[in-house]
């Protein structure tokens, strides 16, 4: 149940955030360059990405779990920490922000600069859409796979995740028809990457057939870990900053 | 073509931002393969010191990072 449930939340806020990225991009391509080719192109590279997940869970769920831990806990490990870096180094003021306006001018700039095209598929606006789709949403399938194979009957949760996450970016994207700029987009990925690194190590551990103290309950006690790890390592960076400044 | 490099580049990018980061944690977890498991530690104790190592190795990391940027 606490898998379950943790599986679901992981993949939603971690989607929620890529989907976020995606739709920026493809509402400046909708704005500038027209919406048959901005939502043409998104779908098409949703199709692709959940034709990925439906050939690679099931397919990854067959293999032997002690494997599967070990190799997805390892590359989820490498993916979360890497997130949950740069969310400390952005909370602690060490790297700037994500500024989601400031991408959609760029990207509304650029697209305004290439001219517009008489036909009706334009097929700048169908790659441009297509691309970001499936360049954040690599990170979506990948967290999927990577926690749906993690256990029998997860893939379901964390699909579900993503797809809550999706339906939540689209209905957010039909009424803005402006990029979300208010999302806590750093607060999110730093309790994404506490919650992927948590499972990588947990998972981890079950490959290497550690014994974990409270069974899966001590997926709970690394998450505190690593929360409590994360928000140390923010003061400490801020202090540094402070005494070198 | 430049779709799929993009899409290629995201890809190695997932788990490959910081080369130190990312080498030390393989490197951790390699040794605790081959290693914890063959010292019969106490029960947790070799889970403990996995997440432990690990935690170590993220707050070098950030703290490396921080010390190297203006600020």
């Not at chain 1, 169908?126 to 999927?144: D, P, R, Y």
């Not at chain 1, 506490?194 to 551990?205: E, I, Q, Y």
């Not at chain 2, 030390?24 to 070799?46: E, K, T």
Request: hydrophobic share 60%; with cysteine; aromatic share 8%.
């Amino acid at each position: 149940m606490l898998h379950t449930f943790s599986c679901a939340l992981a993949a939603f806020a971690a989607s929620l955030v890529e989907f976020v990225e995606a739709l920026t991009i493809v509402l400046a391509v909708g704005a500038v360059r027209g919406w048959r080719g901005a939502i043409g192109g998104a779908a098409a590279a949703l199709l692709v990405l959940g034709a990925v997940i439906g050939i690679f869970g099931p397919a990854l769920t067959r293999i032997r779990l002690g494997a599967v831990h070990l190799v997805l806990g390892t590359l989820l490990l490498l993916f979360g920490m890497r997130w949950l870096r740069k969310a400390i180094l952005r909370a602690a003021g060490v790297i700037p922000l994500n500024d989601e306006a400031a991408s959609y001018a760029r990207q509304t700039a650029a697209l305004q600069d290439a001219g517009r095209a008489a036909v009706a598929w334009d097929k700048l606006a169908l790659a441009t859409a297509f691309k970001i789709t499936m360049v954040e949403g690599i990170e979506v399938v990948f967290i999927v796979i990577a926690i749906g194979a993690g256990g029998p009957g997860l893939l379901l949760p964390a699909s579900f995740g993503a797809a809550m996450a999706l339906a939540v970016v689209i209905l957010l994207g039909v009424a803005l028809h402006r990029p979300v700029a208010t999302i806590p987009e750093n607060t999110l990925k730093f309790g994404v990457g506490v919650l992927l690194s948590a499972f990588g190590t947990f998972w981890v551990g079950e490959g290497m057939r550690l014994a974990w103290p409270g069974g899966d309950l001590s997926l709970a006690l690394l998450v505190a870990g690593y929360l409590a790890a994360a928000l140390g390592a923010v003061s400490l960076c801020r202090s540094r900053r402070r005494a070198g400044a | 073509v430049t779709t799929l490099k993009a899409i290629l580049t995201e890809l190695l990018g997932l788990f490959l931002d910081d080369g130190r980061l990312a080498g030390a944690i393989l490197a951790w977890l390699v040794l605790g393969y081959l290693l914890l498991p063959r010292f019969g530690l106490p029960f947790g104790i070799g889970a403990f010191a996995l997440f432990a190592g690990l935690v170590t190795i993220l707050v070098e990391s950030v703290l490396r990072e921080a010390s190297g940027r203006p600020g």
